[in-house]
Nanobody
């Protein structure tokens, strides 16, 4: 089992910045992918950014150049730095952990990000 605890999020103005953190605990595989997904009201959950334990990253086109994902493997923590926020970034952001060996998937409880225009 893996537990994910998210922090950060909240309210920001358009053009502003926020930083999300997600700490994983429990049985952590040395080979894993951690990342962020988001779900806006009435929409499906979508990928925002992911990062492997080796540091390879992948971003949604809508956030490229504005968001940066990073991780601290010693702390089993992933971060999402969100800059130049737009109202369309408003959503509940979910942290995800995936074990590369068995593809088991774990989710955080979600944190609300609201961007006002």
């Amino acid at each position: 089992q893996v537990q994910l605890v998210e922090s950060g999020g909240g309210l920001a103005q358009a053009g502003g910045s926020l930083r999300l953190s997600c700490a994983a605990s429990g049985w952590i595989s040395s080979w894993n992918t951690m990342g962020w997904y988001r779900q806006a009201p009435g929409k499906q959950r979508e990928l925002v950014a992911i990062i492997t334990s080796r540091g390879s990253t992948n971003y949604a086109d809508s956030v490229k150049g504005r968001f940066t994902i990073s991780r601290d493997n010693a702390k089993n923590t992933v971060y999402l730095q969100m800059n130049t926020l737009k109202p369309e970034d408003t959503a509940v952001y979910y942290c995800n952990y995936r074990n590369t060996f068995d593809s088991s998937d774990y989710w955080g409880q979600g944190t609300q990000v609201t961007v006002s225009s």
